[in-house]
């Protein structure tokens, strides 16, 4: 299996370009989620999805959309890149909802704004 | 509001052992813990709940203090392969999302 699946691993965009970060699990997990990580500042919840069709905001959802069509896919789209969205993406995937399972994640998209 | 991990940063010898601490400042149902190599993905290590559950893939231990909501993951007698930054993640109550805390990144040198 491969688990959670993140394409690009790297990208550059420039201020004001858009977007799209693709996610894909293969273990048929319910919930999938966006994190950004950021130097000392641990994993922060952008938007998460309990279901097919179904999206919600987490800590730091501005700036960001996400749309779950497919129940293996969970995209997150930047309309309007900034500098301040340089950062690590990391796309995670649980069993079941909340903090009593364990969490599954991808290898990280690198986005640099420029 | 984030939990708070300390110590930011520990530097051991191969052999030697580490607590890492996890504090919040709300009441918690469960804490994780997650380890990350650089450049790489967290990977699961152990998960307490309320009322003493654990359950984990690694010969990790952990302790769970309700009270003082607090948690320590221990490592000892360290290996070289444990290297990298250690991330707890909290949850008020079973249906919330995780919040992580900064980390702490361990270095083991030979």
């Known amino acids: 299996n491969a688990g959670v699946t993140q394409t690009p691993k790297f990208r550059v965009l420039k201020t004001g370009q858009s977007m799209t970060l693709l996610c894909a699990q293969d273990m048929n997990h319910e919930y999938m989620y966006w994190y950004r990580q950021d130097p000392g500042m641990g994993l922060r919840l952008i938007h998460y999805?309990?279901?097919?069709?179904?999206?919600a905001k987490g800590e730091v959802p501005d700036g960001y959309n996400v749309s779950r069509l497919k129940k293996q896919n969970f995209l997150l789209g930047l309309e309007s890149a900034a500098p301040s969205q340089t950062s690590v993406y990391f796309c995670?995937?649980?069993?079941?909802?909340?903090?009593?399972?364990?969490?599954?994640f991808g290898q990280g998209t690198r986005l640099t704004v420029v | 509001q984030q939990p708070v991990q300390s110590p930011q940063a520990v530097i051991l010898r191969e052999g030697e052992d580490a607590v890492i601490n996890c504090s919040s400042s709300k009441a918690l149902y469960s804490v994780h813990w997650y380890r990350q190599k650089h450049g790489e993905a967290p990977v699961f290590l152990m998960i307490l709940l309320k009322g003493g559950e654990q359950k984990g893939h690694e010969k990790i231990s952990a302790s769970f203090n309700e009270k003082k909501q607090q948690s320590s993951l221990y490592l000892t007698a360290s290996q070289l392969s444990y290297s990298g930054t250690y991330f707890c993640?909290?949850?008020?109550?079973?249906?919330?999302?995780?919040?992580f805390g900064g980390g702490t990144r361990l270095m083991v040198k030979p």
């Open positions: 993640g909290t949850g008020a109550n079973a249906g919330n999302m995780l919040t």
């Open positions: 995670a995937s649980t069993r079941f909802r909340g903090s009593n399972t364990e969490a599954f």
């Open positions: 999805s309990v279901g097919e069709g179904t999206t």
